[in-house]
Structure formats: structure tokens, C-alpha cells
């Protein structure tokens, strides 16, 4: 017993920050054994989160004072069923990509990825742990340029653009950003979440507040009209990287968004025009994403349009969690973590089916389907998620988006969605199409390792497998300590 | 207007003409060093609000943020910099690309 009380007071939340940090460093020291050091670390985060996930099981929602400094003079750490979804997709997907990354890059890249890679996941952790505003200004900035860092890795003149246009946006969004924090902190005198959620009252400085900081997360997000950086970005990056970039670095500013959105300005503002906003702008993003990836003739560039698509159903929870808070809130958690694996899976078979042709022409694919059965396989799996077929974790979080729009009666956003959704299908079922048919030119392809196409293959299987999980995750996101006005555990 | 409210104002001025310079200039030097304006406008709403009153000593939280802002500024802008660089060195021009959506 002494072990497991132990282990239960095991400062779990600190690990999650100080582990990878202290994998970046030794990745720079000892390039000889970078891959070692880098799956040691990428494994020691998936058992610290079960240990974090224990600790909240037993003893609810978490806190840690760092350095003993208590709020609102200290940094705090906090963790509750919402972050502890957003740390195990972290450490879940990350632990696959960190497996397919041992054999995609060659040791020359392999020096600069893993490094910035562990970086990232500090920051990623960091993020989801934090309890002020300002810290989590800090750990956007440092996501945010470790982010720019990976995606310039190859070097080629795509990806120093895309790298370029997105280091430019995320600076942008990171000062408005900063701007609304300074305006919050002069009025409210403090910068930590439950302290300024216990006094936030509506004036001017507030609304200034939440349209500085909507804006700068939006940007992050790549909400539509404000998804322009994302697919040079994207798509530019090492296949990796890319999924990533988009399963899990624009998740945590959309984290961000929900957060603030419901500890702080919903319940003092009026909240309905921007969330009948915002939820136009996710119609228009789904509408616009769908379109532009049907467009498209590269394969990565596809699938990024397709995470802009997707990145619009995030944001349809704020005009339905008026009256049905907790379904819209449970559908958007589940769209978060089946996005997160759907998208991963579909980076990395595209990185497969790249490695293996030499090229991303759709059209071009080639016969992938007897040639990489693993990774055509992963790619529709994945595209099951993606379209929200039954039974996948894509499948129950529309379910419960669509359920909360009929009850409410907003029937726009019903044919919103199941427009978007018809369009995911054709988009992929457009490139599983072309992986049937041999190309008019032949190509001198290259064999792809397993190493590469198992991780994809188990992140696809996992979206699948979600949609079987309902009772476990959803209990989960409930660990919490503050109840809000509209019902919903936060 | 007391001066801490005049500077804070300025701050946002500053913000503003950073936002403008970002958007209408193409070269990417100019793009830096509109980013690097508006980051000093909101060090200067920090710095200028943390004077509540006259009579009162300034708040130090915001000075400590502004210095935790200024170490970000800085390494962002090295990584800016840099890539500037290489995009310069591979297509020839210091600017972005003007239609990527294809």
C-alpha cells in the first residue's frame, strides 16, 4: 500500500512538463541514440498521463503550486477532466508519430526533429496544464515557434514560405493575444482563471478583452477566414509533422478558446451574436474547407483543407451550448479526440503513400491498395472518422452535434453539417478511388517499413474504436470542480 | 487624462500602426518590424497600466510579464529572421509567395 499512496502523490503534472523538457536537452547532447532517447520520452508522457489520470480518478481534479508560490502570485498547475482528454490525445498520438518518426527521417533530419519535437510536447503539456492567462500566453508562443521550427525542417522553398506565413500569423494572434490578457489583468487584478472567473463582471474592457483574444486564438485555430496559413503550412511539412500540426497544435488553441469561453466571458457577456457568429463562420469553414479539398490534385494539400473543414464543427459547440450544454460540450470533446486521431493516421498513410511513390498526385496514386494494404487501409479507416460513419468517435461526436441542433431547432446548422459531411465522403472516397486504379505513367516505387505503417494503421483503428467508448471517455471529461451556468462541468 | 491612461493609449496606437504596417508592407523586413511595433505597444499598455494611482507604488506582475514578453519577442524574432533568410536565399526575394491556394 505504502507504494501505491506513493504513486498517488507522485507529482504526475510535473513530470508531463519536466519529462520531455529534459528529453530535448539530452536529444541535443547525445545525437548517437536521438531515436532511443526520444521514444524513451514519448513512452515516459503515456505513463505519466496514466499516472495524472489515476490521481484525478481517485482524488478529482488536480492542483499543484509550483515552487510552493500560490496564486495569484505563483504559476499554478491545474488539471481536470477536460485536460486530462487533451494530455492523453497529446501523449496517445504523439507516442505513435514519435514510432513512425524512428523511421522516416534520416539521421541527418533526425538531429533537428527530435529535439524541437520534445520541445513542442512540453509545450502541448505545459499548455494543457496551466491555470492563468499569461502562462498560457507563454506556452502559445512556445508551441507556437517550435511549431514554425518543424515545419521549415525540410527545407525546401515551400516549406521556408509556409513556415514564414505562419510564424507571421501565430506572432500576430500571440500579441492580440497578450493584448486582451493586459486589459483583463489592469481591471481584474489577477490572471488566474477561477480568481478572475470569480469577478469578472461586463464592461468595455471585457468586451475588448474577449474580441482581442477570440480573434488572436481564432487565428491560431485557422477558423475560417483565417485559415489561410494553414495549408502551405500543412502541407508543406514532413508527413510527421504534419500530423502533428494538425491533430494536436491546433487543437490546444481551440483548448484555449473553449476554456475562456466558458470559465470567463459566457457568463458575464451577451453572449448570443458571437455565438451565433462564431457558428456561422464554422458553416462557412466547413462549407469552404469541403469544397476547397474536393479542388484539390495534391494529396496533403487535401487533407489540410480537410482539417480547416473539420476545425468549423469544433466551433459550431458555441451556438448550440446555450440551452444543451453538456451534449454540445460532450460532442465537441469527442470531436477533438477523433479529429486528433483520424487526421494523424491520414498525415501519416499519406507520408506512407509519398515515401512509397515518390510523389502526392491523387491521380498518381498507383494500385496503394495491393501494394500498401496497411496504409490504404489506415487511410479509409480514418476517412470513416472523418466522414462520422457509424461506429467511429467522428460518428458519435456529429450524432451529438446534429442531436443538439434538432432539439434546438437550428435547422441551418443541421444542413450545414450533413452537407460537410457528404462532401468529406466525396473527398475521400475520391482519393481510396484512385488508389484502385494503376496510373497512366509507371513509377519507380520505393518499399515502405513497417514501422511506418502500423502507426497509422493502430491511430485510424483507435478513431474507430472510439466510437465504442462512449461510457469510459465521457466519464472522464466529467472529473471537474466547477460547475458552471449552463450545466456544464468545466 | 493622467499620464498612465496617455501612455497606455500611445501603447495601443502603437498596436494599431504595427497591425496596418504588417498587413499593407509585402518585404518580410518590414513584416518583422511591424510585429516588433505592435509587440512594444502592448509591453507599453502593460507597463503604463500597472500605475493604478498617484499615490501608489506600480504593480510589479506586469513589469515581470513585460520582461517575460520581451524574451519572447527576442527569440521570436531571431526564428523570424532567419527564416527570412533562407526564403530570401531559396526563391530569389524576401517576400511570401502571393497566391499559395492552388
Known amino acids: 500500500m505504502a507504494i501505491q499512496d506513493a504513486l498517488l502523490a507522485f507529482p504526475w503534472a510535473v513530470a508531463l512538463i519536466f519529462l520531455p523538457l529534459a528529453g530535448a536537452l539530452s536529444c541535443f547532447l547525445f545525437p548517437r541514440i536521438i531515436r532511443t532517447l526520444g521514444l524513451i520520452t514519448s513512452f515516459s508522457i503515456v505513463v505519466s498521463v496514466v499516472g495524472l489520470g489515476w490521481q484525478l480518478l481517485e482524488q478529482g481534479s488536480y492542483r499543484h503550486t509550483i515552487g510552493g508560490w500560490s496564486p495569484p502570485l505563483g504559476i499554478e498547475l491545474y488539471a481536470d477532466g477536460l485536460s486530462l482528454l487533451m494530455l492523453a490525445t ?254 494523424s493516421a491520414m498525415f501519416l498513410s499519406a507520408g506512407n503513400m509519398i515515401s512509397f511513390g515518390g510523389h502526392d498526385r491523387i491521380a498518381d496514386l498507383d494500385r496503394v491498395v495491393q501494394r500498401l494494404p496497411l496504409t490504404a487501409a489506415a487511410f479509409a479507416l480514418a476517412g470513416v472518422s472523418i466522414m462520422g460513419i457509424p461506429p467511429s468517435g467522428g460518428f458519435i461526436g456529429k450524432w451529438l452535434l446534429l442531436e443538439a441542433a434538432v432539439t434546438q431547432g437550428q435547422w441551418y446548422l443541421v444542413a450545414v453539417m450533413i452537407i460537410g459531411g457528404l462532401l468529406a465522403a466525396a473527398y475521400i472516397f475520391k482519393v481510396i478511388g484512385y488508389t484502385f486504379s494503376p496510373a497512366k505513367v509507371m513509377h519507380e516505387a520505393q518499399s515502405v517499413s513497417a514501422t511506418m505503417q502500423w502507426p497509422a494503421l493502430l491511430l485510424a483503428i483507435g478513431a474507430i474504436l472510439l466510437g465504442l467508448l462512449y461510457v469510459p471517455v465521457l466519464s472522464m471529461l466529467s472529473i471537474s470542480d466547477v460547475v458552471i451556468a449552463s450545466g456544464v462541468g468545466l | 487624462m493622467n499620464p498612465a491612461n496617455f501612455y497606455a493609449l500611445i501603447g495601443i496606437g502603437l498596436f494599431s500602426v504595427g497591425l496596418l504596417g504588417l498587413i499593407i508592407n509585402s518585404h518580410l523586413l518590414k513584416k518583422i518590424l511591424a510585429i516588433n511595433i505592435m509587440g512594444s505597444g502592448v509591453f507599453l499598455v502593460l507597463v503604463a497600466l500597472a500605475k493604478r494611482a498617484e499615490n501608489l507604488p506600480a504593480d510589479p506582475v506586469p513589469h515581470a510579464m513585460v520582461i517575460t514578453g520581451i524574451v519572447v519577442a527576442v527569440s521570436a524574432t531571431a526564428l523570424a529572421l532567419s527564416l527570412m533568410l533562407r526564403v530570401a536565399s531559396e526563391t530569389g526575394h524576401a517576400t511570401l509567395p502571393d497566391e499559395v491556394e492552388k
Open chain 1, 90 to 343: 497529446t501523449a496517445l498520438v504523439g507516442f505513435a508519430i514519435s514510432i513512425y518518426s524512428t523511421a522516416y527521417f534520416k539521421p541527418t533530419l533526425a538531429v533537428k526533429f527530435w529535439p524541437i519535437w520534445m520541445c513542442l510536447l512540453a509545450a502541448l503539456n505545459a499548455l494543457f496544464l496551466s491555470a492563468d492567462i499569461f502562462n498560457l500566453y507563454v506556452t502559445l508562443e512556445l508551441l507556437g515557434l517550435s511549431a514554425v521550427a518543424l515545419t521549415a525542417l525540410t527545407g525546401s522553398k515551400e516549406a521556408f514560405s509556409g513556415a514564414m506565413r505562419y510564424l507571421l500569423a501565430t506572432l500576430l494572434a500571440s500579441l492580440a493575444y497578450l493584448l486582451g490578457v493586459a486589459l483583463l489583468y489592469h481591471n481584474f487584478g489577477s490572471v488566474d482563471i477561477s480568481l478572475l472567473a470569480a469577478q469578472i463582471q461586463a464592461s468595455p474592457a471585457v468586451w475588448a478583452a474577449l474580441g482581442l483574444m477570440a480573434a488572436g486564438l481564432a487565428l491560431k485555430t485557422a477558423l475560417f477566414p483565417l485559415h489561410f496559413w494553414l495549408p502551405p503550412a500543412h502541407s508543406s511539412a514532413p508527413a510527421p509533422v504534419s500530423a502533428l500540426l494538425s491533430a494536436l497544435v491546433i487543437k490546444a488553441s481551440f483548448y484555449i478558446f473553449l476554456r475562456l469561453w466558458f470559465t470567463l466571458f459566457e457568463p458575464v457577456v451577451d453572449s448570443e451574436t458571437i455565438s451565433t457568429l462564431l457558428g456561422l463562420l464554422g458553416c462557412a469553414a466547413i462549407l469552404w474547407g469541403s469544397i476547397q479539398a474536393l479542388r484539390q490534385t495534391r494529396l496533403k494539400l487535401l487533407i489540410a483543407y480537410s482539417t480547416v473543414a473539420q476545425v468549423g464543427y469544433l466551433f459550431l459547440v458555441f451556438p448550440l451550448s446555450a440551452s444543451m450544454g453538456s451534449v454540445a460540450w460532450n460532442a465537441v470533446a469527442y470531436l477533438i479526440i477523433s479529429h486528433a486521431l483520424a487526421k
